[in-house]
Each structure stands twice: as C-alpha cells, then as structure tokens.
C-alpha cells in the first residue's frame, strides 16, 4: 500500500507563510528604522493620535501599547527587546519624519500658496510637513482651509463668505493623493499648490486606473494597507475613491469640472474656482457634459439637455447652447446616444 503524501495546504501555518514569501515586496511592510528600542518607538511614533484615531482606549501601559501596535502591522517585533518600525507606522504616524531616512522624509506633504494665478507670482505661504499622514492630516487641512479664498455670498440679510473650493472635495482629493501614491519613486511625495483661481494636488507615480474611468470604477492602490487604515479612521470614503462625491459637489456648486491629468510619473488633479459657462474653455465644457453624463449614469439616469443646462447654469432660452456642447462632446467619443433610435431619450458615457 502507497504512502499518503500529505498536501502543504493541509499545514494552513506553513502555507500562509509560504504565500507571504511569494508575494511581491510590499513598500508599507517594509522597515522605516531596525532595531530600536521601545522608547525609541513610543517618542518617533505617535501612538496617542494612532488610539484617538482608531478609537481605542489608550492602554495604561507601554506592552500593551506596543502589541496594539503591531498588531496593525506600525512595528515588529525583533530580538532582545528591540523594535522595527515599519513603513507604514512611519508614513502614517510619525512625529517628525525627518527623524527616519531620506527616502522617506521627502513623502512628507508639500503645501505651497502663490499670490496669483502662475508660479512666476510670490509665493504667500510655504509648508513643509513634518507629521505622518495621519498623524497630521487634520492640521494639514485645517491650515489649507485656512488659506482658501472666500467668496462672499449675499443672502436676505447678511453676508457669508463660503470657501472658493468645497471643503469636502478637497479633504478627498488630499486623502486620494496620500493613498494612491507610488511609494517607491524616491525624492518625491505629495504636493498641495493653490493659486488664486484654482488647487492643484500632485502625487508621484502614474495612476492604475484610466482618468476616464476613475470615478465609475473600483479604485486600485498600491498601498493597500494605508487605504484601509485610513479609511478605518475616516479620513476618506470607506468604498470607491470617493471622487463621485467630489465631481458631485462640484456640479452642485456649478464649477468646472476638474481636470485629472496622468503623467509619465504622476497625478494631479486641479480643482477650479467659480466660472461662468461664457469664461469656460470648449475643453472645459467638453470635460463637464462627459463626467455629467457619468454621474447620471451611475445615479441610474440618462443625461440630457435639460440636465446639462443645469449643470452648466444655461438658461433654458439658451439651451441651444447645451445642445452644442453635447454635439462637440459626442464627437469627442466621450458620450453616445442611451437609444440609437430616439435619440432624445438622452445620453450616456461612452463606456455604459
């Protein structure tokens, strides 16, 4: 009688073992700093704001403190008594990342404001963050928040002054940039530029998804385990890349429709100030009807002229005017007819 070889998924501790050595390197699970002492982790690490954050009770003793987190995979344990922190409890909670390497010290947020509408104006106010991510994310956008534009509003009695830009927009904009970023390109980490007229957020590492497609499909990261923390502290959208909300907010505030723009070796996204569809590029209007068309169609809905007339702020008695954004927008293949046959049944993306 034969021997019965025994399969290796029969042992589930040596097979998980296993598929963790065939995985591919994993930048956050990487090491920020080796073998440190705990008192070395408990000043670098910010282990107050990683409990209030994920609303924990603080442990009343440093073991304990020390297993929660490593339990999130922010340290590791090594021999002696000694630590490693790892890439992701650096990234996310460091006190000072000038404290760890170069490499990643430069991820710090980059936050830069200029007078007016270039680069070639002066430079108002400069930020360079020392905080981890989540350590300091709302700092960061309280500061931002700060130095945004005011419009003033004229209601029945008073005036309020509203910010250029929507809050919520920006603070998932800022929290996409932080995630989606390509840990591995070196020298580089998010940059935060605000004009007069607009704000731009820059991340290094070109997107996985097409811009075209970023707010309808599931967004893919590169670093996974910072998505979920963060989005376990609710610093961003728990499902999708929470664009929809940020294209919707920005239709309900009738504003251009930002810009998301792949390069070589980054993103940015531009997020534009108050507009009048006459002061609106053809691109810009272009680039509106077809995300307008996009979040109808995830709303279930068809576009049509009437919806883009609304969403442009068009006059009905100039809805011609809609009419031709639509033509020019279809001729660009971003939109098509929902019925070929009544073709005023409305419009979807090119991809419905």
């Not at 009437?306 to 293949?333: P, S, W, Y």
Request: proline letters at 5%; one cysteine or more.
């Amino acid at each position: 009688m034969g021997l019965i070889t025994p399969k290796l998924t029969d042992d589930q501790q040596r097979y998980q073992a296993l598929i963790e050595k065939m995985r591919p390197y994993t930048w956050e699970h990487g090491n920020a700093k080796t073998y440190v002492t705990s008192d070395t982790v408990l000043s670098e690490i910010d282990y107050a704001a990683y409990f209030a954050l994920t609303k924990q009770p603080l442990p009343d003793n440093r073991q304990h403190i020390l297993e929660k987190l490593e339990a999130d995979r922010l340290i590791k344990k090594d021999v002696g008594d000694r630590w490693n922190i790892l890439n992701l409890g650096a990234i996310l909670f460091a006190t000072d990342m000038t404290l760890f390497d170069g490499s990643l010290a430069r991820k710090a947020v980059r936050f830069v404001k200029y007078e007016g509408a270039d680069r070639t104006t002066t430079v108002t106010h400069r930020q360079d963050g020392k905080k981890g991510y989540a350590a300091g994310f709302e700092g960061l956008l309280s500061y931002i928040n700060g130095l945004l534009p005011q419009n003033e509003l004229i209601g029945q009695a008073l005036r309020e002054a509203h910010p250029l830009f929507p809050q919520l927009s920006v603070r998932e904009l800022v929290a996409n940039a932080l995630i989606h970023q390509d840990m591995t390109i070196t020298g580089a980490g998010p940059l935060i530029e605000l004009f007069s007229d607009r704000l731009e957020i820059t991340n290094p590492g070109c997107p996985l998804v097409d811009t075209d497609r970023m707010i309808d499909l599931p967004p893919r990261s590169r670093n996974e385990a910072i998505a979920s923390l963060m989005r376990r502290m609710g610093m961003c959208e728990e499902q999708g890349s929470g664009l929809d909300k940020v294209f919707g907010e920005v239709e309900m505030s009738q504003l251009p429709a930002p810009l998301l723009k792949a390069n070589a070796d980054s993103m940015q996204v531009v997020l534009y100030g108050p507009r009048t569809f006459a002061d609106m590029t053809a691109e810009e209007r272009i680039r509106a009807c077809y995300f307008h068309a996009v979040l109808k169609s995830m709303a279930g809905e068809r576009m049509r002229n009437a919806t883009l007339c609304e969403r442009l702020g068009i006059d009905q008695r100039n809805a011609a005017q809609a009419t031709t954004v639509i033509r020019k927008t279809m001729d660009a293949d971003l939109i098509k007819y929902a019925d070929e046959e009544h073709p005023r049944a409305g419009y979807y993306p090119w991809w419905h």
